[in-house]
């Protein structure tokens, strides 16, 4: 792995991920063993995870250069557009200026793809035969899915039970890219069957499916577990999403004011805002604007302390804001956001008041996301309807107060294969019935 200080040079495609850690005033606090009563050392991972994501895990250099076969996977849909959300902008009647970062056009029609990419290079270029992981929304298991086909790998996706329910369409893509879905918690490991003893009817939750993928990973030959968010190198995959919104607002003439991504282990959110924490720390006036639901308050509620990052503990003990392992969200739509951690890395900087963190109600997003859909004809992923929500309500502040600022959020993926719930209407009528958003 090539690493350094300075940004290796690139053209309108980042040729490096940009490694948070590096620039932060004080260091990230080490994780601890799961068990033992020590800090986690790099061979803790072995049985999890590739050496060459270990050692980015433990990384601190600012640079670490792409793969070129990474680079190659990503220039099918990167960079990706920035746009003005025009349509948006006129019917808020706002002076202030909304560009989203239209992740949803990736293959697999979100950011995850990011990090899906890299991780089964670095999997197939030791040897390994299988992944396993979680999935909530749909969006990661589809981008692993979709990834371990094109890299000849077999795919294991832990499903969250209501998200099987309330997204039959995704579990068939996950299918039809040959991976192998299992609703969670899943009878098939000793951390779900606990779980459905407790409750048969358990809707499930992404540290419980982080349990049942983390137990099949350690206990199956040729087997490792791909983390979906939370872990520091998945932040830093994600940044081509924020390294390439500030070239395309430096081509522009723009300079973001509030900076917005919704947040749910972290992954979307920290890709976009990292690259602007520097020019934060320099004396930047940027807001950089965390958004969860408020049924999941994970930043805005949660303690900043030591916790696991799944249900049955068999991860690391990780500093970071949390509800509680044992935390079972509410069963909202927005499935990707029912998580009871936060990233380290986002934990951190919301320790330090570097970023903000908003808790919203889940109307209130589903309501925007309508409003999104209407105007600039995309359908947003359930989880993207809070960031929408929160730069809508900041292009308002900005009409009261007659301010023309620059409002960039990320769209983080598309909705359009979650749409069709049993009982439900399809398509757009997804959102019917909830409280329109008052402009
Ligand atoms: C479209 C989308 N956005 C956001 C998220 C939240 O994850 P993260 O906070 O890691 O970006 C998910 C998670 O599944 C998702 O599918």
Redesign the pocket.
């Known amino acids: 792995m090539l690493s350094s200080d300075s940004e290796p040079n690139a053209g309108e495609r980042p040729a490096a991920w940009y490694n948070l850690a590096a620039d932060l005033p004080e260091p990230p606090p080490t994780p601890l063993h799961p068990s033992e009563d020590r800090p986690l050392q790099p061979h803790d991972l072995e049985p999890l995870l590739p050496k060459a994501l270990i050692e980015q895990e433990w990384a601190r250099t600012r640079w670490i250069e792409i793969p070129a076969t990474v680079l190659e996977a990503y220039s099918q849909w990167r960079p990706t557009a920035l746009v003005r959300a025009r349509n948006l902008e006129r019917v808020l009647k706002t002076p202030a200026r909304i560009y989203f970062k239209d992740?949803?056009v990736s293959p697999s029609?979100?950011?995850?793809l990011n990090t899906a990419v890299p991780q089964a290079y670095y999997n197939r270029q030791e040897g390994v035969a299988r992944l396993t992981t979680e999935?909530?929304?749909?969006?990661?298991g589809r981008s692993l899915a979709m990834t371990c086909a094109s890299f000849g790998l077999s795919c294991t996706v832990f499903m969250v039970r209501l998200s099987c329910q309330q997204r039959p369409r995704s579990r068939a893509i996950i299918e039809r890219y040959g991976a192998t879905v299992v609703p969670s918690p899943s009878p098939h490991t000793a951390a779900g069957r606990r779980a459905l003893i407790e409750d048969p009817n358990c809707p499930g939750s992404?540290g419980m499916a982080i349990s049942d993928a983390i137990e099949t990973a350690t206990s199956c030959e040729g087997t490792k577990y791909a983390f979906?968010?939370?872990l520091n190198h998945?932040m830093f995959h994600?940044t081509v999403i924020g390294l390439e919104t500030k070239r395309q607002l430096a081509g522009l003439g723009e300079r973001p004011n509030v900076v917005i991504?919704?947040?749910?282990?972290?992954?979307?959110?920290?890709?976009m805002a990292s690259p602007f924490v520097a020019d934060k720390l320099r004396g930047e006036p940027i807001r950089l604007l965390a958004v969860e639901p408020e049924t999941c308050p994970t930043l805005t509620r949660g303690a900043y302390r030591y916790d696991y990052a799944d249900a049955a503990r068999l991860t690391p003990r990780f500093k970071m804001f949390t509800l509680g392992v044992d935390y079972v969200p509410a069963a909202i739509r927005?499935?990707?956001?029912r998580?009871h951690g936060m990233?380290p890395l986002v934990s951190l900087v919301a320790k330090l008041g570097i970023v903000e963190a908003l808790a919203l109600a889940e109307a209130d997003c589903l309501a925007a996301a309508r409003v999104f859909a209407d105007e600039e004809g995309i359908v947003p992923?359930?989880?993207?309807a809070y960031a929408i929500a929160a730069a809508i309500a900041e292009a308002q502040r900005c009409r009261q107060m007659g301010r023309s600022e620059c409002i960039v959020f990320t769209l983080?993926?598309?909705g359009r294969f979650e749409t069709e719930t049993p009982g439900r209407k399809p398509s757009l009528c997804l959102m019917e019935g909830d409280r329109v958003f008052s402009s």
Do not use: D, M
């Open positions: 992740e949803s029609g979100s950011h995850k999935t909530g929304a749909g969006q990661w992404i979906g968010s939370v998945v994600q991504g919704c947040v749910g282990g972290g992954s979307n959110f920290a890709g927005a499935c990707g956001l998580y990233s992923a359930a989880e993207s983080s993926g598309h």
